[in-house]
């Protein structure tokens, strides 16, 4: 039985409405490696969740706000659970202000919720198995648990057949030493949990700060992973969904570009050769197969000058390299991930137009509000439409994400010439 059948047998039967199985299919991705013979042959029964339910999602930031969003106009209603008071997305839902492993006020979720889900790979994994006895959570606990733990998600990652940058468990100096000997300066030394944009990690580029770099990182005992440098020549993901009923659709692939290792644009289509940017989906495809997704997951790849793809990370759940399809695409990624864990049809993600995203930081905000109530000159000479999006947090502090703004065009290029014109993200 595959993985992807092992995540389904626990599902729990049909509606009453609906009166035959469903059964599980291929992926539907060219060259995708899905076992079609195993998945035509068994049948699982799979929990749909219509339109008028509530949807509770564990965290309450900008993701569930925008999740909530997308589903509330097919008329699901929505409850986050965020110890954040007036968080992101209780500013369009209804809230219970809690901490995340607060198990008494997560039963209070499941209570009020047909199905739940999460909006960031943090959450408490306990908290998310506790509530699989008492709800339903169709991503499961299993896949959170090996994606908060890069050791756990590499070797899930080689697992499913696809390539990873080669990499050892550190735990000590001496081991680090004998790592950076074996994979050459560059490396990379991560903490194995937590990190996130670029935080908790270091760059060792010469053997003097190994022992620096190992008791900054391994405060507290924290679980150490070295792994070889790729020199790659572009940074490219791919948001995959999965249903219970194991169909699997692909988002056109993304070119991101990095600042203070903070994700400042994602350029679609991406910059690269067409056939790269199939196989990064089937990749994506075969990943979310091979683990067992469902829902959305987000897989970062490092394209190579000689046009190898090495997974990077993955993420499962709506990603910020995905905001650029809820103009661009025919599904947006949280349209796509609410119907995944609804057990409804997956929706079309063909990309009607090319886009850049551009995310917009505290220091960003100030210019970009007073550009928004004028003219926009070098949005109409040049051809594009920006659309902005602001997530409501509170307070506008340096490097912190507060929006983004997909700015739809017929040519990137004008795209970027707009962005570079404003003058806004050189704040």
Known sequence: MSEADKQGSGLVPLTSWLTEEKSLGACGIDGCEADDAASSAVKKLVKVILPGSTVGILGGGQLGRMMANAGSAM???????????????????????????????????????????????????????????????????????????????????????????????????????????????????????????????????????????????????????????????????????????????????????????????????????????????????????????VGLIAVELFLTEGGELYVNELAPRPHNSGHYTMEACRTSQFEQHVRAICGLPLGDTALLTPVVMVNVLGEHMEPLLARMAEVDEAADRLGVAPKVHLYGKQEAKHKRKMGHVNVLTADVDAALAWISETNIWRA
């Not at 990190?195 to 005992?221: M, S």
């Not at 792994?227 to 991101?256: C, D, H, M, W, Y």
């Open 75 to 293: 008329g699901y209603r929505f409850i986050a659970l965020d110890p954040t008071l007036d968080a992101p997305c209780g500013q369009v839902s209804e809230q219970i202000v809690a901490a995340y492993d607060d198990r008494d006020a997560a039963r209070e979720l499941a209570s009020r919720a047909d199905v739940i889900t999460y909006e960031f790979e943090n959450v408490d994994a306990g908290v998310a198995a506790m509530l699989m006895e008492e709800s339903y959570v169709p991503q499961g606990s299993e896949l959170l648990y090996t994606t908060q733990h890069r050791l756990r998600e590499k070797r899930a990652i080689e697992a499913a057949g696809v390539k990873v940058a080669p990499y050892c468990e550190v735990a000590s100096a001496d081991e680090l030493r004998a790592g950076v000997a074996k994979f050459g300066l560059p490396c990379v030394l991560k903490t194995a949990t937590g990190g996130y944009d670029g935080k908790g990690q270091w760059v060792i580029r010469d053997e003097a700060e190994i022992d620096e770099a190992f008791h900054t990182l391994n405060r507290a005992g924290m679980e150490l992973v070295l792994e070889q440098f790729i020199k790659f020549e572009k940074e490219l993901s791919v948001i995959a969904a999965r249903s219970p009923q194991g169909e699997i659709r692909t988002f056109p692939a993304a070119e991101n570009i990095h600042v203070d290792n903070i994700l400042h644009l994602s350029i679609v289509p991406a910059r690269a050769d067409k056939e790269v940017q199939r196989e990064a989906e089937r990749l994506a495809a075969r990943i979310a197969e091979g683990l067992g997704a």
